[in-house]
Antibody, heavy 113, light 112 residues
Framework: EVRLVESGGGQVQPGGSLRLSCEGS????????IHWVRQDPGKRLMWVSR????????SYADSVRGRFTISRDNTKNRVYLQMNGLRVEDTAVYFC??????WGRGTLVAVSS | DVVLTQSPLSLPVTLGQAASISCRSS???????????VNWFQQRPGQSPRRLIH???NRDSGVPDRFGGSGSGTDFTLTISRVEAEDIAVYYC?????????FGQGTRLEMK
């Protein structure tokens, strides 16, 4: 069974940092691109970032570029999202997804003072 | 970014009746390879999104055949032929033809 499990969310003040993790199992992790998608409190979905199968190519939404960094460790079946300079508008549930076919349950990031 | 506009935003339905959700794009979603990368997702309360339809009209594995997708260019539709109780959810369209991928704002299917 394909599983994706996110962790690392929490409450942080504006300007703070968090590192999200997405662990995959039940499939050949190193063969798949992984994406991060977030859902804000109003339930709007927004694509955040993606990384290719071997970690050599990454992309970001304009609103997070320069603040967020995606990476992966295929020996640990994990993808990471380092989030710096967090803003109130980054408050959302963050999902990792395997090419939109399989999704984790999400981890909540709450940015407030 | 490509803007996807769904309508209606709320759709009251009676079990057993048909339901249709529209998704209109700010520009054509036909990609240079000839494919059109439009997906539809279902999100039940408290759950993660689940992909139902990919590339406009292809049902994903395990998706009941009462769900269908159609459209081309800038206009796309998700149709449920006979709504069942388990279909009560929010539905999102998504495009992957232009960078970055974008989502519609969601349509809430609810019991009349």
């Amino acid at each position: 069974e394909v599983r994706l499990v996110e962790s690392g969310g929490g409450q942080v003040q504006p300007g703070g940092s968090l590192r999200l993790s997405c662990e995959g199992s039940g499939f050949p992790f190193s063969q798949y691109w992984i994406h991060w998608v977030r859902q804000d409190p109003g339930k709007r979905l927004m694509w955040v970032s993606r990384i290719d199968s071997d970690g050599t190519s990454t992309s970001y939404a304009d609103s997070v570029r320069g603040r967020f960094t995606i990476s992966r460790d295929n020996t640990k079946n994990r993808v990471y999202l380092q989030m710096n300079g967090l803003r109130v508008e980054d408050t959302a549930v963050y999902f990792c997804t395997r090419e939109s076919t399989h999704w984790g349950r999400g981890t909540l990031v709450a940015v407030s003072s | 970014d490509v803007v996807l506009t769904q309508s209606p935003l709320s759709l009251p339905v009676t079990l057993g009746q048909a339901a249709s959700i529209s998704c209109r794009s700010s520009e054509s979603l036909q990609y240079s390879d000839g494919n059109t990368y439009v997906n539809w997702f279902q999100q039940r309360p408290g759950q993660s999104p689940r992909r139902l339809i990919h590339n406009v009209s292809n049902r994903d594995s395990g998706v009941p055949d009462r769900f269908g997708g159609s459209g081309s260019g800038t206009d796309f539709t998700l149709t449920i032929s006979r709504v069942e109780a388990e279909d009560i959810a929010v539905y999102y369209c998504m495009q992957g033809s232009h960078w970055p991928p974008t989502f519609g704002q969601g349509t809430r299917l609810e019991m009349k």
